[in-house]
């Protein structure tokens, strides 16, 4: 049974919000399109900054005891500090970003016949909170003590306690950095869930794929705000919320 | 196949842990080879071409779900397959636990092993405990290894054996395992635990029966002797 398709555009002038300078065009852009732009671009050059990283592990494990051209010599807890940065950049500041902030900005609206999301502020937002994240998680090279080296996966009781890993402030900022992750992506995905739609569009209609996109979001929307707010806590309080 | 690879089997069950891995390994490189094939033939095939132009095509339900859902069901099936396959031996590394001919308690700490071995009536705790840095155990005997750890979550791996068990604070964990072969092999740890993780490494000696007993009673008696000295 093909679905019935029924043309319904929205009026141009209703399509995009008014052009504004450069700022507002491609900065602090509230469009759906531009904002995917950004994700794209910040998930991008993570993976850059994450591809550097496995190549300084690659050729650590290749040449092992040799200093790596770029760093020099990578003493254990430096590695370790390499495979966690890597394994957390890759995961949560590319993969995530990309499929969710990029893919799901994108393409959302145009698939379901949309104008927007429906809070473009907060998606705005959520890009730049993004953004802060990953200087966060960047900078928390430069703390004494190195990144944090307690694995992506971050297993208490090594990621728990300081003195196990000899990390204070690289953990702290990585739990920073992944709370401020967790918030952006929430914004932009509550943001496409309730995307208004096109009036024709109905759930039966809608593309598998949309769908899929859909109960990713909700899983997203129950799921991330707890672990954000317990990941904040950790960073306030010093200890594990439970 | 990919077993080829691994160092020799020394444990009584290892053989079936690597048929496993084996089929594993044949499931997923056949469906690494199709979807691969699919994808680049895909590619090509529907690639832009003069004279075809995209359409907005909203798709039917079901022609697009069953690219979904058959794959699904196959990988399903494939996944049930390995684990009717792999049941049993799961059964028998993880699920029973044979009468021990040997105990040793192995406590995991930042960074390193200790085994630590009862006293001459098989009782732990009696202060004449027997605590080594390197593990020895009779051949063709069942060992129960009750792993322990002083701090963080380690993982206990002897590679040889096909043995991996998780040691996690606060509980007891018992594993079991038979070597079939004498020799020198090695224990790591493989569950990332700090900074020196790399080198949380031991030895495991795999004794004759006659050499196991002899070493054992070496042991003791330098043991007692050092504890009479410390005492006096």
């Not at chain 2, 003069?50 to 909203?58: D, L, N, S, V, W």
């Not at chain 2, 792993?147 to 996690?168: E, T």
Request: hydrophobic fraction near 50%; aromatic fraction near 12%.
């Amino acid at each position: 049974m093909e679905a019935q398709v029924q043309v319904n555009v929205w009026p141009v002038e209703e399509q995009h919000p008014a052009k504004g300078g450069f700022l507002s065009n491609y900065v602090f852009s509230v469009d759906h399109k531009v904002i995917a732009k950004q994700y794209l671009a910040v998930g991008l050059l993570m993976s850059l900054v994450g591809g550097a990283m496995v190549y300084l592990i690659r050729v650590q494990l290749a040449w092992p005891g040799r200093p790596v051209a770029g760093w020099g010599f990578i003493a254990p807890a430096s590695y370790l500090a390499l495979v966690t940065m890597h394994g957390t950049i890759m995961v949560f500041f590319v993969a995530m970003p990309i499929l969710l902030g990029a893919f799901g900005n994108f393409l959302i609206p145009l698939m379901i016949g949309a104008r927007d999301m429906a809070f473009p502020r907060l998606n705005m937002l959520s890009v730049w909170t993004l953004f802060a994240a990953s200087l966060i998680l960047i900078g928390s090279f430069f703390t004494p003590d190195g990144a944090a080296s307690a694995g992506w996966t971050g297993y208490p009781p090594l990621s728990a306690v300081p003195s196990y890993t000899g990390n204070y402030w690289g953990i702290n900022l990585w739990l920073l950095a992944l709370a401020l992750e967790f918030s952006s992506l929430v914004c932009t995905t509550g943001a496409s869930r309730t995307a208004p739609r096109k009036p024709s569009y109905t759930i039966p209609t809608a593309p598998s794929a949309r769908r899929s996109a859909s109960w990713v979001k909700a899983l997203w929307v129950i799921e991330m705000p707890l672990n954000s707010w317990r990941m904040t806590g950790t960073f306030l309080t010093g200890t594990p919320m439970s | 196949m990919i077993s080829r690879l691994f160092p020799a089997n020394i444990s009584t069950y290892g053989g079936q842990i690597d048929h496993v891995i084996d089929l594993i390994f044949v499931v997923i490189a056949v469906w690494f080879v199709l979807a691969q094939s699919l994808l680049v033939y895909f590619a090509i095939h529907y690639r832009r071409k003069p004279g075809i132009k995209a359409a907005f095509y909203r798709g039917h339900t079901w022609r697009q779900l069953s690219w979904v859902l058959v794959p699904a069901m196959l990988v399903l099936a494939c996944d049930l397959g390995i684990d009717a396959a792999g049941g049993a031996t799961w059964e028998t590394v993880k699920g029973s636990l044979p009468p021990a001919a040997v105990t040793v308690q192995v406590t995991g700490q930042q960074f390193s092993w200790q085994f630590t071995y009862p006293d001459a009536n098989g009782q732990f705790g009696t202060g004449k405990d027997l605590v080594e840095d390197t593990m020895h155990v009779p051949v063709n005997q069942v060992i129960h290894v009750v792993l322990q750890s002083a701090d963080v979550i380690h993982d206990f791996y002897v590679p040889d054996l096909r043995l991996k068990q998780d040691v996690v604070p606060g509980r007891k964990i018992t594993a079991w395992f038979e070597a079939t072969k004498t020799g020198e092999y090695e224990t790591a740890c493989s569950q990332l635990c700090g900074p020196a993780h790399f080198g949380m490494q031991a030895r495991l000696v795999v004794q004759t029966a006659v050499d196991y007993a002899a070493w054992l009673s070496a042991e003791r008696s330098a043991h007692g002797k050092k504890t009479a000295g410390a005492a006096s």
